[in-house]
T-cell receptor, first 113, second 108 residues
């Protein structure tokens, strides 16, 4: 089955530590996205990538970094510079030839202790 | 500024009652608008798109450019409609802007 796999589903980290969230897709989609989901604030765009080796900052990129070395993979690193990293993180890919459709992963919940 | 506003965080209705989830947008161009839904323990998924003018699971949404709205409606709510609903605007080819979401609770 094609889909997006995010790992880990739950992650705890101490303040000051960097952590990387994995996002892997086998859908052969070009564009991929990272969103942060907080109660009452909806989904906010962190980074997106249209193609391999290219990515753009979203609305809340500060304290985050990404890479896109392979089409299938779009990992997100939450650095110690992110002031409030505890959140639910969603990865998505854009379904080609389907206007407006993003395919979402199941998410990763990061808790900073 | 490009923005999507969903004024209600929570909407509770009784089973069989009509439902209207509000969405207003701010965008100077010709908008592309969508509704996404997230059922409990499931992925966020596309519910419907305005360009299709379709009805999915009994839900419809009409784009009103004069009022800059894209409200989601269903004449008779069902318990399985309980979920989180997000309105989304696509101002460009790749950038998606989501609203803050409305949690719909359908009471038995």
């Amino acid at each position: 089955d094609g889909g997006i796999t995010q790992s880990p589903k739950y992650l705890f980290r101490k303040e000051g530590q960097n952590v990387t969230l994995s996002c892997e897709q086998n859908l052969n989609h070009d564009a991929m996205y990272w969103y942060r989901q907080d109660p009452g604030q909806g989904l906010r765009l962190i980074y997106y990538s249209q193609i391999v080796n290219d990515f753009q900052k979203g609305d809340i990129a500060e304290g985050y970094s990404v890479s896109r070395e392979k089409k299938e993979s779009f990992p997100l690193t939450v650095t110690s510079a992110q002031k409030n990293p505890t959140a639910f993180y969603l990865c998505a890919s854009k379904v080609p030839r389907a206007p407006g459709e993003l395919f979402f992963g199941e998410g990763s919940r990061l808790t900073v202790l | 500024a490009q923005r999507v506003t969903q004024p209600e965080k929570l909407l509770s209705v009784f089973k069989g009652a009509p439902v209207e989830l509000k969405c207003n947008y701010s965008y100077s161009g010709s908008p592309e608008l969508f509704w996404y839904v997230q059922y409990s323990r499931q992925r966020l998924q596309l519910l419907l798109r305005h360009i299709s003018r379709e009805s999915i699971k009994g839900f419809t949404a009409d784009l009103n450019k004069g009022e800059t709205s894209f409200h989601l409606k269903k004449p008779f709510a069902q318990e399985e409609d309980s979920a989180m609903y997000y309105c989304a605007l696509i101002p460009g080819t790749y950038k998606y802007i989501f609203g803050t979401g409305t949690r719909l609770k359908v009471l038995a």
